[in-house]
């Protein structure tokens, strides 16, 4: 089975930046879309960005993080990243990075998943 390892969570201030990284075990991101998924406290776990397997331009953003997260996907190192700037609160949830076989738009779509990193945004 694919294995996803998420590195960069941490604590940041309000409007600030992190960026998360997900390594793959192997050449996963050429065959399997990727996508990053939060599950804040109440919330559950929702897809906040989606990239294709083959073309890096088409992605996918949930509204409340669009403009300010950004995903990119570098296939030589089985990494996808997740730039995220103007921090708010409501960004405080546990991120995981996930692969889909078949639609990166599509949160149902996704079947193998990282063990997760906490992300806290102080006020």
């Known amino acids: 089975q694919v294995q996803l390892v998420e590195f960069g969570g941490g604590l940041v201030q309000a409007g600030g930046s992190l960026r998360l990284s997900c390594r793959a075990s192997?050449?996963?991101?050429?065959?399997?879309?990727a996508g990053w998924f939060r599950e804040a406290p109440g919330k559950g776990r929702v897809l906040i960005a989606g990239i294709h397997r083959w073309s890096s331009g088409l992605t996918y953003y949930r509204n409340s993080v669009k403009g300010r997260f950004t995903i990119s996907r570098d296939n030589a190192k089985n990494t996808v990243y997740l730039q995220m700037d103007s921090l708010k609160p409501e960004d405080t949830a546990i991120y995981f990075c996930a692969a889909s076989t078949s639609d990166y738009t599509n949160a149902n779509t996704y079947r193998y998943w990282g063990q997760g990193t906490q992300v806290t945004v102080s006020s």
């Open positions: 192997e050449r996963t991101f050429d065959t399997y879309h």
